[in-house]
């Protein structure tokens, strides 16, 4: 179940090693985490709970729980951050796991430290702006950062990004936006790099403490830079907690980093931009998406992120939310129902789907603990990106490029950040703007009649007010342009076309035809130029499809005449169609997906089962029982239920006990919250050894 093809990711040859789950014989291909190797032969339970028996699978796919632990040559390890090797014997936990006996391990020994001048926490969109912004100063610079590339989300996305095409790489891929940040970083030889190398904890003797490769380090610096990003918030339902129920982001982690095929029909809660993104990536990579139910009347997410969905013929499903999850080992159907106006379901409104996967994708929080830490110790702190405020991958860019520069002023050095800039960042933080009428811009009116256009032109279906320039940038005629200057102004186009389709392969919304009248002298037919990311093999050239319209009503049916692809298109096609001529300016897509649904029963569910705290197995009653019995302090229920004090720290449950207290009619200044302590992950005993080569043991 690994991807054998991707329209916009490449697929290396990598070795194929042996390896054994269970006692059953697997292949890995070199270089895999264990979940994913597991995950491409088929398994998604890797373990059982020691409380309660339950099946346990992947869930944060970032080494944040322990949902997927499993012993690697009798050692328990996270699978979602352990490369798997050459014949590993890889067992699930069953009940709490044997220490491994070892007579040879050395003293605990001090851990090295290291002074330098700027400690920047996160090697994505943010971090790297500001190291670069410091490199430039030859400042003494270290990014250190989890992963085992840099570039954060940034390696997960394949879409175009929005935003300014001069100022934060508008029109590129993600993907190939974090690889270009880090190959400038390169050329700066202050600025040193740690990868695999958490931070796990800011002491108050203003040190920092680093698992680098699995060694203890401590490191002291003179300033502090927060780059650590987003985590996804989650929801608690029935059935939640089944193997199968996991974040958009773990999601895009399996699928757009280590190539595996993760479902084969899924099904998203949240229709903010994460989730309508993640289901077209599932879409491009082959996999079925069944529906998107967003709780709110209309999706949060960017219009064209949607609309683009709603044309290939994906399901929205408004002000709807999901009940309940069924399976026994894991998911197999999902259950959604219409909502009232209080978010209570409405019986008689249910909705089945059999699908293998959901995923939730309802908003993200900053991962800010280490900031509130740092600030309550004295260190000279600053936040970027996510970190500081929830927004698009543009703004943290930007952000991580003036808060370098604001370091280097702080510094002493001679620097200056132009008044310009925050205003930019103010524009890339906002929210999207109203939504305007479609007018179609190859409709001219003369005496109350509405005649089209000739020749060729493009049909621009960017009706929300968003930041977002590309598509100006690269007309030849320089013929699309954005009246008044703000770059949240809808563009539109005013000139001549010379039918090069590079508007069309630009625009990150996929908002973009091309019309061309002059293709049928008889005036019969016209051609209709769309873009196209989506496998091989989907459409061809002779392939009669169905033509959806701007917001994805069917249209009509056309022939497929052409698929156009040149290097400079970026892997994007140009798919040539022949459409009947009084539909040439209503096509703005082409439909793939019949929609599937059957009416289900309602549902009966005790809500005081479910689970809430994943690391514990505490329930909803459990909690709710607590409350209702006085309980406002939040690490006294960690000490009656040990809620929060397992492998997550909390991050998964305290935000939706938070929730509880307030369903339960308890004012938030009457909660004491949680207490932060480092540290913020779990550090293996092995880190704070010393062999005699002074390496973790």
Same mark, same amino acid.
């Given at each position: 179940?690994?991807?054998?093809? =991707?329209?916009?990711?490449?697929?290396?040859?990598?070795?194929?090693?042996?390896?054994?789950?269970?006692?059953?014989?697997?292949?890995?291909?070199?270089?895999?985490?264990?979940?994913?190797?597991?995950?491409?032969?088929?398994?998604?339970?890797?373990?059982?709970?020691?409380?309660?028996?339950?099946?346990?699978?992947?869930?944060?796919?970032?080494?944040?729980?322990?949902?997927?632990?499993?012993?690697?040559?009798?050692?328990?390890?996270?699978?979602?951050?352990?490369?798997?090797?050459?014949?590993?014997?890889?067992?699930?936990?069953?009940?709490?796991?044997?220490?491994?006996?070892?007579?040879?391990?050395?003293?605990?020994?001090?851990?090295?430290?290291?002074?330098?001048?700027?400690?920047?926490?996160?090697?994505?969109?943010?971090?790297?702006?500001?190291?670069?912004?410091?490199?430039?100063?030859?400042?003494?610079?270290?990014?250190?950062?989890?992963?085992?590339?840099?570039?954060?989300?940034?390696?997960?996305?394949?879409?175009?990004?929005?935003?300014?095409?001069?100022?934060?790489?508008?029109?590129?891929?993600?993907?190939?936006?974090?690889?270009?940040?880090?190959?400038?970083?390169?050329?700066?030889?202050?600025?040193?790099?740690?990868?695999?190398?958490?931070?796990?904890?800011?002491?108050?003797?203003?040190?920092?403490?680093?698992?680098?490769?699995?060694?203890?380090?401590?490191?002291?610096? $003179? $300033?502090?830079?927060?780059?650590?990003?987003?985590?996804?918030?989650?929801?608690?339902?029935?059935?939640?907690?089944?193997?199968?129920?996991?974040?958009?982001?773990?999601?895009?982690?399996?699928? @757009?980093?280590?190539?595996?095929?993760?479902?084969?029909?899924?099904?998203?809660?949240?229709?903010?931009?994460?989730?309508?993104?993640?289901?077209?990536?599932?879409?491009?990579?082959?996999?079925?998406?069944?529906?998107?139910?967003?709780?709110?009347?209309?999706?949060?997410?960017?219009?064209?992120?949607?609309?683009?969905?709603?044309?290939?013929?994906?399901?929205?499903?408004?002000?709807?939310?999901?009940?309940?999850?069924?399976?026994?080992?894991?998911?197999?159907?999902?259950?959604?129902?219409?909502?009232?106006?209080?978010?209570?379901?409405?019986?008689?409104?249910?909705?089945?789907?059999?699908?293998?996967?959901?995923?939730?994708?309802?908003?993200?929080?900053?991962?800010?603990?280490?900031?509130?830490?740092?600030?309550?110790?004295?260190?000279?702190?600053?936040?970027?990106?996510?970190?500081?405020?929830?927004?698009?991958?543009?703004? /943290?860019?930007?952000?991580?490029?003036?808060?370098?520069?604001?370091?280097?002023?702080?510094?002493?050095?001679?620097?200056?950040?132009?008044?310009?800039?925050?205003?930019?960042?103010?524009?890339?933080?906002?929210?999207?703007?109203?939504?305007?009428?479609?007018?179609?811009?190859?409709?001219?009116?003369?005496?109350?009649?509405?005649?089209?256009?000739?020749?060729?032109?493009?049909?621009?279906?960017?009706?929300?007010?968003?930041?977002?320039?590309?598509?100006?940038?690269?007309?030849?005629?320089?013929?699309? =342009?954005?009246?008044?200057?703000?770059?949240?102004?809808?563009?539109?186009?005013?000139?001549?076309?010379?039918?090069?389709?590079?508007?069309?392969?630009?625009?990150?919304?996929?908002?973009?035809?091309?019309?061309?009248?002059?293709?049928?002298?008889?005036?019969?037919? /016209?051609?209709?130029?769309?873009?196209?990311?989506?496998?091989?093999?989907?459409?061809?050239?002779?392939?009669?499809?169905?033509?959806?319209?701007?917001?994805?009503?069917?249209?009509?049916?056309?022939?497929?005449?052409?698929?156009?692809?040149?290097?400079?298109?970026?892997?994007?096609?140009?798919?040539?169609?022949?459409?009947?001529?009084?539909?040439?300016?209503?096509?703005?897509?082409?439909?793939?997906?019949?929609?599937?649904?059957?009416?289900?029963?309602?549902?009966?569910?005790?809500?005081?089962?479910?689970?809430?705290?994943?690391?514990?197995?505490?329930?909803?009653?459990?909690?709710?029982?607590?409350?209702? @019995?006085?309980?406002?302090?939040?690490?006294?229920?960690?000490?009656?239920?040990?809620?929060?004090?397992?492998?997550?720290?909390?991050?998964?449950?305290?935000?939706?006990?938070?929730?509880?207290?307030?369903?339960?009619?308890? @004012?938030?200044?009457?909660?004491?919250?949680?207490?932060?302590?480092?540290?913020?992950?779990?550090?293996?005993?092995?880190?704070?050894?010393?062999?005699?080569?002074?390496?973790?043991?």
């Amino acid at each position: 179940m690994r991807l054998k093809e =991707h329209p916009i990711l490449d697929i290396p040859e990598r070795k194929s090693i042996g390896f054994t789950f269970d006692g059953r014989s697997m292949e890995a291909l070199e270089g895999e985490v264990i979940s994913s190797a597991l995950f491409s032969n088929g398994v998604r339970v890797f373990g059982r709970h020691v409380v309660d028996n339950s099946p346990q699978g992947i869930f944060c796919a970032n080494g944040q729980c322990a949902q997927c632990l499993v012993l690697a040559d009798g050692v328990p390890v996270k699978a979602c951050i352990t490369e798997i090797k050459e014949g590993m014997k890889v067992d699930p936990i069953q009940g709490l796991p044997e220490l491994p006996e070892d007579d040879s391990i050395a003293p605990v020994s001090q851990a090295p430290e290291m002074e330098i001048d700027v400690l920047i926490v996160g090697g994505g969109p943010a971090g790297l702006s500001a190291a670069i912004e410091l490199g430039r100063m030859d400042v003494h610079v270290m990014i250190v950062d989890d992963k085992l590339e840099l570039g954060g989300k940034l390696s997960l996305q394949t879409h175009n990004f929005f935003g300014s095409i001069k100022d934060c790489y508008a029109g590129s891929r993600g993907m190939n936006i974090g690889k270009d940040l880090a190959q400038e970083l390169e050329g700066y030889g202050t600025v040193e790099v740690w990868l695999n190398s958490p931070v796990v904890g800011v002491f108050s003797d203003k040190k920092v403490g680093v698992v680098r490769d699995g060694v203890y380090t401590l490191l002291a610096p $003179h $300033h502090i830079l927060i780059a650590t990003g987003a985590r996804e918030k989650s929801l608690a339902f029935p059935g939640g907690d089944l193997p199968g129920v996991y974040g958009a982001g773990a999601f895009q982690t399996l699928v @757009n980093r280590d190539l595996v095929q993760a479902s084969e029909r899924i099904f998203i809660l949240g229709g903010g931009n994460v989730g309508l993104i993640t289901a077209y990536h599932a879409i491009q990579a082959g996999m079925e998406v069944a529906g998107i139910a967003e709780a709110l009347p209309s999706c949060g997410g960017y219009k064209v992120h949607l609309d683009k969905l709603r044309r290939l013929g994906v399901p929205i499903y408004t002000s709807h939310t999901v009940v309940c999850v069924e399976g026994e080992e894991k998911v197999e159907k999902v259950i959604i129902s219409e909502i009232d106006r209080g978010f209570q379901p409405i019986e008689g409104t249910e909705k089945e789907f059999d699908v293998d996967t959901l995923l939730i994708a309802v908003g993200l929080n900053s991962v800010d603990e280490l900031t509130a830490k740092a600030q309550e110790f004295g260190l000279s702190t600053y936040s970027a990106g996510d970190a500081a405020i929830i927004a698009e991958a543009s703004a /943290a860019m930007f952000s991580g490029k003036i808060v370098g520069r604001k370091i280097l002023s702080d510094m002493g050095y001679d620097t200056d950040i132009p008044s310009e800039w925050d205003d930019m960042l103010e524009l890339l933080r906002s929210d999207p703007g109203p939504t305007h009428p479609m007018d179609a811009p190859s409709y001219m009116t003369t005496s109350g009649s509405k005649t089209p256009r000739n020749g060729i032109y493009p049909i621009i279906r960017c009706t929300q007010e968003i930041p977002c320039d590309p598509c100006t940038a690269v007309c030849p005629k320089d013929s699309i =342009h954005i009246p008044g200057g703000n770059m949240k102004d809808l563009p539109i186009f005013d000139g001549e076309c010379v039918g090069c389709g590079k508007c069309v392969c630009i625009c990150p919304g996929l908002a973009i035809t091309l019309v061309d009248r002059n293709y049928d002298s008889t005036g019969r037919t /016209a051609r209709v130029v769309v873009p196209w990311e989506l496998p091989e093999g989907t459409i061809r050239v002779g392939m009669n499809v169905v033509t959806a319209g701007f917001e994805g009503e069917r249209i009509g049916q056309a022939e497929i005449i052409d698929i156009r692809y040149a290097k400079w298109q970026d892997r994007r096609r140009l798919v040539s169609l022949a459409v009947p001529w009084d539909q040439a300016d209503l096509i703005a897509g082409i439909r793939i997906i019949d929609e599937e649904e059957r009416k289900a029963e309602p549902r009966s569910h005790q809500d005081d089962d479910v689970i809430v705290c994943r690391c514990e197995r505490v329930t909803k009653g459990a909690i709710r029982e607590e409350i209702r @019995n006085g309980a406002r302090d939040m690490n006294a229920l960690k000490a009656i239920l040990r809620v929060g004090m397992g492998p997550c720290g909390g991050k998964t449950c305290i935000p939706l006990i938070e929730h509880m207290f307030k369903e339960e009619g308890v @004012n938030k200044e009457e909660m004491k919250e949680h207490v932060e302590r480092p540290f913020t992950q779990e550090v293996p005993i092995y880190a704070f050894i010393r062999g005699k080569e002074g390496r973790g043991g």
